[in-house]
């Protein structure tokens, strides 16, 4: 079958790779549409810890049911969307039901091939229904406004806060969709990007250039000098690690979404004198994955606006090199 894949380091081709045989427990899956996120391009880098060439990435994908074992709540021609994860099911946090911070947490995509490929073999367990008032470019966006909900969720955010996000990215983005619809009052999204500053404003966003603004002065002006209620760090920068203490209020919470490439210096003393509590956030629960869907499928989110392009697999090489340019691209999607 024909795959995207990742061969070495700033290299991804269009290949191909043996159609996957169903085992027991498993659906094979035919791919309808996959998007590249900020962990495919850490694979794409060469810089991800795990993923180990060559690979079809793609975790964030939905497709139909192809084939599946008599005897499953599942059948051929199902529109399913794909949770990732995989856990051990024996470590702590899954005897606790926290399965999204398994001690050995993989992810179809990385661990093993993803959607970039025309089919995939997935645990039944990992597959959800797709409502027939969902589209297949909402529904390959699933993942993403998971992690959203899922962020959003382990924060202390409440109606009427003030909340500064740290980068405009899908996921920043996502962020601010969710904590608006949360109820947060006024939020400031910074990034360097103009293009993805327009489309925060165009979702209702006060967006700051912090390559043209100073972030923290904008977010006190913007709080009467008090400082952001909640901050959500999604930028992965030294300078946001910096910014977000100096924004944030007294007894305020920092919550960082972001996975740093090099370890950030934070001013705990800081940190200190203000009471500030931090809390990080990893995946998603099974749970937060359902009310992606249902948020998507009953209309009280629409995600379309943060597609910029929908690609043919032969141009996965191409989707790879407009996610390199945050000026022309946001969320590219793959249909192979």
Do not use: W
Request: net charge negative; charged share 20%.
């Amino acid at each position: 079958m024909r795959a995207g894949l990742f061969l070495k380091a700033n290299h991804v081709e269009e290949g191909e790779l043996d159609k996957p045989t169903v085992r027991e427990g498993e659906a094979l899956l035919k791919v309808s549409l996959a998007g590249i996120c900020g962990t495919d391009m850490m694979i794409y880098s060469g810089k991800h810890p795990r993923a180990k060439a060559p690979l079809a990435m793609g975790h964030e994908f939905c497709g139909v049911v192809e084939e599946v074992r008599a005897g499953s709540d599942f059948a051929p021609g199902d529109r399913v969307v794909v949770e990732p994860t995989i856990s051990c099911g024996v470590c702590e946090a899954c005897k606790a039901g926290q399965f999204h911070v398994c001690r050995t947490l993989q992810l179809i995509g990385i661990d093993k091939h993803g959607g970039f490929a025309e089919y995939v073999a997935v645990p039944l367990n990992r597959l959800h229904r797709i409502p027939d008032s969902l589209s297949d470019e909402q529904a390959a966006l699933t993942e993403p406004l998971a992690v959203a909900i899922h962020t959003v969720r382990r924060s202390a955010l409440q109606v009427g806060n003030s909340v500064v996000i740290l980068g405009a990215g899908p996921i920043g983005l996502l962020i601010g969709m969710i904590a608006k619809l949360s109820g947060a009052q006024d939020i400031l999204i910074s990034d360097i990007s103009p293009y993805r500053l327009a489309k925060a404003k165009e979702l209702g966003f006060i967006s700051v250039n912090a390559a043209e603004e100073d972030v923290v002065a904008a977010t006190m002006a913007l709080t009467g000098g008090k400082g952001a209620d909640v901050v959500f760090e999604v930028a992965g920068t030294q300078s946001t690690a910096q910014q977000m203490v100096e924004m944030i209020k007294i007894q305020g919470q920092i919550v960082v979404v972001s996975v740093f490439k090099t370890p950030p210096a934070i001013d705990l003393a800081k940190m200190h004198f203000k009471e500030i509590s931090l809390t990080t956030t990893r995946c998603y629960s099974s749970s937060d994955f359902t009310a992606a869907i249902q948020m998507m499928a009953s209309g009280k989110i629409d995600l379309s606006t943060l597609i910029s392009h929908q690609l043919e697999l032969s141009e996965i090489t191409y989707g790879f090199e407009l996610m390199k340019n945050s000026e022309v691209s946001l969320k590219v999607l793959i249909k192979p």
